[in-house]
């Protein structure tokens, strides 16, 4: 496919920073950036560092206990995130293991909140995507995509899904140039109802 690696930061500055707003307004926080005195900043931080490939992942009595945590109906999601991410620093999860966290939340926000802690955690990230797209609605999906950096959790091998791309930003546009190319050198149609 291609040649060359793929630079997969949002501004192309390797900054793990994505979504940066000032004051509801879009900014980019590259290694110049000084944050101001006054206002708000919102932003994604999505490390590149993954937990080696042979890094222990969480053993089943923790597992066990973390998702018990994490179904507990008499604490609110948003405290459940909260503690799903304090716990989650001991641990290192395969991807079995996220998507039954995932799983114990019913609201879509806190479910988003869900895969973002877990992905930073996870010990082998390709097929994290491809599992959890049964799992969440298309908002949702399009939702973590934006949050993550699509090419930071797309597999070109597990590809047959929905796509909403947003072709002003550089790593939903490098996925488009993938994909067109995929789709040139496979038979058959492999674009259906595409719209742009």
């Given at each position: ?44 931080f999505v490390s590149t560092t993954r937990p080696d490939a042979d890094a222990q992942v969480i053993t089943q009595q923790s597992l066990e206990t ?130 742009f």
């Open positions: 496919m291609y040649g060359f690696l793929i630079c997969i930061f949002q501004h192309q500055n390797a900054s793990m920073f994505r979504n940066e707003e000032y004051n509801e307004r879009p900014i980019e926080m590259g290694a110049d950036f000084l944050p101001p005195a006054t206002g708000h900043i919102h932003f994604d973390l998702v018990e945590l994490c179904s507990d109906e008499g604490i609110s999601e948003n405290a459940r995130i909260i503690v799903l991410r304090w716990r989650l620093s001991n641990f290192n999860l395969d991807v079995t293991a996220a998507i039954k966290l995932v799983s114990q939340f019913c609201q879509p926000e806190a479910r988003v909140e869900a895969v973002v802690a877990c992905y930073g955690r996870l010990v082998n990230n390709k097929p994290y995507l491809h599992n959890l797209y049964p799992l969440l609605s298309k908002d949702e999906f399009f939702t973590v995509i934006r949050r993550l950096g699509i090419l930071n959790v797309w597999n070109p091998i597990h590809s047959d899904i929905a796509y909403c791309l947003n072709l002003e930003l550089w790593d939903e546009r490098c996925v488009v140039a993938m994909l067109m190319e995929m789709a040139m050198s496979e038979p058959g149609e492999n674009w259906i109802d595409e719209t």
